[in-house]
């Protein structure tokens, strides 16, 4: 298996957060109810970045991955039961219940400040992403790359130090490395992009940040038009009862799009926010995605 694309055919990818402010109970029920056998790419959504003090006699702070919990106390108090570390391991359990072949990644979060802490301190940094993949039995590691000041010569230390943290983990299977940006990519340079697995553009229709199809174009050509590293995003967030909200983007787009340019897949955000109706994911995106992706294109 080649250590650059460790997903045989369409990579079909689905973000999947862990801090909505749900109760327990609703939160293992979407868990229960989402289809993961109609994804190969599992991305949990998000660890932040911690610091550790330490004295200038030992090189100052350095800063590390964190599992955090990241809801707002004063609307949804944090459960001591319900944690995020919970809620890693009850969605690792079931997903691979459901598909064992599934690949599930944990993401760095789109605070540019937990990127560029991560940046200052490469080596601590990649070891504890190690630790974390090792610990809940993941199979890498993704950075969504948005509104951050990070110099492109730091983000290609800390990717290259990531991937040989990762490399050091004894699997059956390479380490996934992904990176998600939604901004001017012109700092992740050849340099950067070559450390990735998967290069994901968040080229949403709705509720994304000016991330388009030209974008992932540009991203490919600085891999010598290797498309089969670009995965195309989509927004599959909205409600489908409700006619003056957002609508969840039309996969068929992203696929179309994947498909004509040889591309290795497309990816969604997010899972347990897909085609909502009466408050609960119907995973229509999720489903339509998958059928699109495993359908032959036309001659």
Same mark, same amino acid.
């Given at each position: 298996m080649n250590k650059r694309s460790p997903i045989q055919g369409a990579a079909i990818g689905q973000y999947f957060t862990l801090y909505d402010g749900v109760s327990k109970q609703k939160y293992q029920n979407v868990v229960a109810g989402a289809p993961f056998e109609k994804c190969n790419l599992l991305i949990l959504a998000f660890v932040g970045t911690f610091t550790i003090d330490r004295s200038p006699k030992e090189s100052g702070p350095i800063h590390v991955v964190q /599992?955090?919990?990241g809801r707002d106390p004063s609307t949804f108090p944090v459960n001591p039961n319900d944690t995020d570390g919970d809620r890693i391991k009850l969605i690792v359990e079931t997903a691979r219940k459901k598909n064992p072949s599934i690949n599930i990644l944990i993401s760095l979060g789109y605070n540019s400040q937990d990127l560029e802490k991560a940046a200052s301190t490469p080596v601590a940094f990649a070891d504890s992403v190690r630790a974390v993949v090792q610990a809940y039995d993941l199979n890498g590691f993704d950075i969504d790359f948005e509104n951050t000041d990070v110099k492109t010569s730091a983000m290609v230390r800390l990717a290259k130090e990531i991937r040989r943290s990762l490399n050091k983990i004894p699997s059956k299977r390479p380490m996934i490395m992904t990176i998600t940006p939604a901004q001017d990519g012109r700092k992740l340079n050849k340099n950067v992009l070559e450390q990735f697995t998967y290069i994901m553009p968040q080229t949403y229709f709705h509720g994304g940040d000016g991330t388009n199809f030209a974008d992932a174009t540009w991203y490919a050509k600085q891999l010598h038009d290797k498309y089969s590293r670009i995965v195309y995003g989509l927004n599959s967030e909205g409600f489908l009862d409700r006619p003056d909200e957002d609508r969840p983007d039309d996969p068929k787009k992203s696929a179309?799009?994947? &498909?004509?340019?040889?591309? $290795?897949?497309i990816f969604a955000w997010r899972l347990n926010g897909d085609s909502v &109706?009466?408050?609960?994911?119907?995973?229509?995106? $999720? /489903?339509?995605m998958w059928k699109l992706m495993n359908q032959q294109s036309p001659t």
């Open positions: /599992v955090a919990n179309d799009e994947a &498909k004509k340019n040889h591309a $290795a897949g &109706k009466q408050g609960f994911p119907t995973f229509a995106d $999720a /489903v339509e």
